[in-house]
């Protein structure tokens, strides 16, 4: 809103993207960090944070940090690579 002040500090959602930009972890390193489960749930944290900085829904905030609790507890793995 016009003449309020911003809800986040100035350059917040610029740091929350890089940070998950940062953490991302890409095709080629999928292989190589999959048995890593505080990676992908960084991953999935900075996510949730960049959503939330950037006045995302709720429930994807909230979505993305439970599948993240549920990386970081072991309940979710990589389901493996599809065989043909």
């Known amino acids: ?11 917040s959602l610029e740091k929350s993207r890089e940070l998950h930009a940062d953490l991302s972890i890409g095709d080629r390193q999928w ?11 960084a991953e999935l944290l900075s996510a949730a944070l960049a959503r939330l900085v950037n006045n995302g829904p709720d429930t994807e ?5 439970a599948q ?10 990589d389901p493996g690579c599809p065989h043909r």
């Open 1 to 11: 809103m016009s003449g309020q002040p911003p809800v986040w500090p100035e350059g």
């Open 31 to 41: 292989h190589q960090l999959k048995t890593r489960r505080d990676r992908r749930a």
């Open 61 to 65: 905030v909230e979505q993305l940090t």
């Open 68 to 77: 993240a609790l549920s990386w970081l507890r072991g309940e979710l793995k």
